[in-house]
C-alpha cells in the first residue's frame, strides 16, 4: 500500500522512535533501580502467568465499580488487541493486499472481532473522557486536605486528556482507514462497523479514496509511534507496569508484614524511609504502576472519614516526583527533600490503620500501606517524633509486657477462681491458649477468656496458658514503626515458647493471631496458630460443643480487618452464627468490602482528632439494620464498636459481644 517514499519515511520515523523509548523506559528502569532489595526478575518466567492473567482477567479490577469496571476492562482489552491489530497493519503497508488468513475461520473472526471491539473501544473511551472533564466524578478526585504536589491536579487531567484522546484518535483513525479499505474493494459482513462508515465514501473517487486510507494509516501508526516514548511519563504505563507488579510482587504472608531489619548490621545507616530512594525496589515500581483510579483512596477509613491520609495520593506524588526530577534521580543525586514534603504529611502517616483494603482493591497490586509503615520506622527509630501517646504505649509494652502498663503480674488475674492450667506446671499440653494482652487486662477482653475457657472446658480440650510468662506479641509496636520493641517482645516469646510442648496455638485476638503466624516465623517460629473462630467451628462440626439454642435474635457480624482482609477468615464466624440459630444479617460494607473500626495500626492507642471518627463510620452501616446485636472476634473491634453504640445512643436497643461469648452462652 505505502510508496516506497513512505516506507523510508517509515522507518526513518521508527528508529527515532525507537531511541527515544530506549531512552525513556530505560530511564524508568533506572529510576526504579535506585532503591535498595532489587526487584525479583529471577522470577519473571515462572511468574509470568500471573502477568498474563491480570492483564487479561484483571481480578482485582471487579471488587469495585462493577460497570467502570467492565468498561475499562473491554478499553484495556482493546487497547492490547491493538498491539496486534498495529503489527498486522505495518505488514500490510508494506505488502499490498495482506490479509491475516483471508478467506478461513481464523480470519474472518479476526476481522470482525477487531471491528466489534474498535467500536467498544471507542465508546468507553467516550465514556471516560465524559466521566473525567463533564461528569467530574467525585471518585477521581482528590480532597484539598491531601497533600499532593502543585503538578498533580494539573497533571492528573493533562494525562488523562492526552490518554484519552490518544486511544479515541490512534483507534479511531485506525477504523477510518478500515473503511477506506472497505469502500476501495466492497463491502464485508465481517466489517460491520467499517462497512457502515464506508457508505460514506460511496460517491468518493478511487484516488480520494486510496489518499484517505493512506492518511488515515499514517495517522493511526504515527500515533502510536508518537505515544510509545511517552509511555513511561503517563498513567498509561500501567497497563504493563501493572501485571509486572504482580508478577515481581514481595511474596508477604499478611499484608502488613514488613522486613525483619538486622539491627547488628553494622551497614545499616538507617532503619525506615525517609527519603524516595530508600524505597524498596517494588515500592518505586508501585509509582509508575499506578493507574490513578482512587479505588484504594475510596475505601480507605483515614480518607472517607476526611483524615489527611489518600493511599492514591501516595502513589500519584511519586509519580510526579519522578517525572519532575527524573534526571537527577537517575544521575544518582541524593533527593533534597524527605518523603514528609511532598508525599503524605505526618498527620497523614499516622492516621492509617493498616486495614489493608487499599491493597485489596488497588487493581495493579500497589502497597501504599507497607510506605507508610517504613516512613514510621524513620519517624520512630531515627528521629523520635512520633505521636505523645505512643511515648506511653511504648513504655508499658517495654517495661510491663502489655499496651495498658498494668503489671505483668497480675496478667492471669481474669482467671483467678476457674482452675486454668497454667504451662509452667504442665510443661506440656495440646493446646496452648494465647489470651494476648486485651483477653488479660481489659474488661470486655477477660469476658471473652473466660467464656473461651468454658468452651474448652467444655470440649474436653488439653490445653494451657502461659498465665504471667506470657507477654504481648508486639503488633502495636510494628505496626507503628517500632521494630527495635517488636523485636525484643518476639524474641521473649519464642524463648517462652521453646520451654514447653504444645501442637498449637489458638488465639482470641486476630493481632495476636497475625503476627504469631505470619511475623515470627521471620525469627524460626513456625507454629501451627488458629483463630478461635475457626477453633470453635471446628469443635461443633466435631460434635465436642453441643450447641442449646439459648442464643436468638437479629444478628450482624463485623468483619476484623486482621482476620478478614489480613487473613481470609470471613466464614468461620459466619457459620458459627448460622449453627446459633441466630438471624445473620449483613452490614452494606462486609467481608473483603468490610470496614474498619479504625484501631489497627496502633491507632487503638491514638486519640482520633481529626475529620468523622471511623468507629462512627461503621455505625452508619449498623444503623441501617435492625439488628440487636453486633458480633465481634477482635477485642479492639470490640471496644471501638461498643464505644460506637454508646456515643450513638444505641445502648437499650443494640449490643456487641464477641462470638465466643455468645457460644459460651449456648451450651452452658
Not at 511519563?233 to 502488613?256: D, I, T
Not at 472517607?304 to 495520593?313: C, G, I, R, W
Request: hydrophobic letters at 45%.
Amino acid at each position: 500500500m505505502l510508496t516506497l517514499i513512505e516506507k523510508i519515511l517509515f522507518f526513518v520515523v521508527l528508529i527515532g522512535v525507537g531511541y527515544l523509548t530506549w531512552c525513556n523506559f530505560g530511564n524508568m528502569f533506572k529510576a526504579i533501580a535506585r532503591g535498595p532489595e532489587p526487584l525479583r526478575w529471577n522470577k519473571f518466567f515462572q511468574q509470568l502467568g500471573v502477568g498474563i492473567y491480570t492483564l487479561i482477567v484483571q481480578p482485582a479490577l471487579w471488587r469495585k465499580r462493577p460497570l467502570t469496571s467492565l468498561i475499562h476492562a473491554i478499553v484495556a482489552w482493546g487497547f492490547t488487541l491493538y498491539i496486534l491489530v498495529n503489527f498486522f497493519d505495518v505488514i500490510y503497508g508494506f505488502i499490498p493486499g495482506f490479509k491475516f488468513f483471508p478467506g478461513t475461520w481464523l480470519g474472518n473472526g479476526y476481522e470482525i472481532f477487531v471491528d466489534i471491539f474498535s467500536l467498544l473501544t471507542l465508546l468507553g473511551v467516550a465514556f471516560f473522557l465524559v466521566r473525567r472533564f463533564i461528569m467530574i466524578s467525585p471518585a477521581l478526585v482528590i480532597a484539598e486536605r491531601v497533600q499532593i504536589l502543585p503538578e498533580v491536579r494539573i497533571g492528573m487531567r493533562r494525562d488523562s486528556a492526552i490518554v484519552g484522546f490518544f486511544i479515541l484518535l490512534h483507534v479511531g483513525f485506525r477504523l477510518l482507514g478500515a473503511s477506506f479499505e472497505v469502500a476501495a474493494h466492497g463491502s464485508r459482513i465481517w466489517q460491520p462497523v467499517a462497512s457502515t462508515i464506508g457508505e460514506l465514501w460511496s460517491g468518493m473517487s478511487h484516488e480520494g479514496i486510496v489518499i484517505g486510507e493512506h492518511v488515515a494509516w499514517w495517522l493511526a501508526i504515527g500515533l502510536i509511534l508518537a505515544f510509545v516514548p511517552y509511555f513511561p511519563f503517563s498513567k498509561h504505563a500501567h497497563l504493563f507496569m501493572g501485571p509486572l507488579n504482580h508478577m515481581l510482587a514481595v511474596e508477604r504472608p499478611s499484608p502488613a508484614i514488613t522486613d525483619k531489619i538486622d539491627f547488628e548490621d553494622e551497614e545499616l545507616e538507617n532503619f525506615g524511609v525517609a527519603k524516595l530512594e530508600e524505597l524498596p525496589q517494588t515500592e518505586i515500581l508501585d509509582a509508575y504502576a499506578c493507574i490513578m483510579c482512587n479505588r484504594c483512596q475510596e475505601v480507605c477509613p483515614a480518607y472517607v472519614t476526611d483524615k489527611q491520609l489518600s493511599p492514591a495520593a501516595i502513589e500519584i506524588n511519586k509519580r510526579y516526583f519522578l517525572n519532575g526530577n527524573l534526571s537527577d534521580f537517575v544521575g544518582g543525586q541524593e533527593t533534597e527533600k524527605p518523603l514528609l514534603e511532598w508525599m503524605l504529611t505526618p498527620e497523614a502517616v499516622w492516621a492509617c490503620t493498616t486495614c489493608a483494603a487499599c491493597i485489596e482493591f488497588c487493581p495493579v497490586g500497589n502497597e501504599p500501606m507497607i510506605d507508610i509503615i517504613r516512613v514510621r520506622q524513620d519517624r520512630v527509630m531515627m528521629e523520635s517524633d512520633f505521636p505523645k501517646e505512643l511515648v506511653t504505649t511504648f513504655k508499658n509494652m517495654e517495661n510491663n509486657g502489655n499496651p495498658w502498663g498494668i503489671s505483668a503480674e497480675d496478667r492471669a488475674k481474669w482467671a483467678k477462681g476457674l482452675d486454668v492450667p497454667v504451662m509452667s506446671e504442665k510443661q506440656a499440653a495440646d493446646v496452648l491458649y494465647w489470651v494476648g494482652c486485651a483477653g488479660s487486662y481489659d474488661a470486655l477482653g477477660q469476658k471473652v477468656s473466660q467464656s473461651m475457657i468454658k468452651i474448652l472446658n467444655a470440649a474436653g480440650i488439653d490445653y494451657a496458658i502461659l498465665g504471667n510468662e506470657e507477654t504481648c506479641t508486639g503488633d502495636s509496636a510494628r505496626r507503628a514503626g517500632n521494630e527495635y520493641l517488636f523485636q525484643a517482645m518476639a524474641e521473649q516469646n519464642l524463648e517462652t515458647f521453646k520451654r514447653y510442648k504444645f501442637k498449637k496455638i489458638v488465639t482470641q485476638c486476630p493481632h495476636c493471631f497475625n503476627t504469631i503466624k505470619n511475623d515470627y516465623p521471620q525469627f524460626d517460629g513456625n507454629f501451627k496458630v488458629i483463630n478461635h473462630t475457626d477453633f470453635i467451628l471446628d469443635l461443633i462440626n466435631a460434635g465436642k460443643l453441643k450447641l442449646n439454642g439459648n442464643v436468638s435474635g437479629k444478628f450482624t457480624y463485623h468483619d476484623s480487618c486482621y482476620l478478614g482482609r489480613h487473613n481470609g477468615i470471613y466464614d468461620s464466624p459466619r457459620e458459627i452464627l448460622k449453627k446459633l440459630g441466630v438471624d445473620l444479617q449483613e452490614l452494606e460494607r462486609t467481608k473483603r468490602h468490610g470496614f474498619c473500626c479504625g484501631a489497627g495500626g496502633a491507632r487503638m492507642w491514638l486519640e482520633e482528632t481529626e475529620g468523622k471518627k471511623i468507629n462512627l463510620e461503621r455505625m452508619e452501616d449498623v444503623k441501617k439494620l435492625d439488628a440487636e446485636a453486633v458480633v465481634t472476634a477482635c477485642p479492639f473491634c470490640a471496644t471501638m464498636l461498643n464505644d460506637g453504640i454508646k456515643d450513638e445512643g444505641l445502648t437499650e436497643t443494640t449490643q456487641s459481644k464477641d462470638i465466643a461469648e455468645y457460644v459460651a452462652q449456648a451450651i452452658t
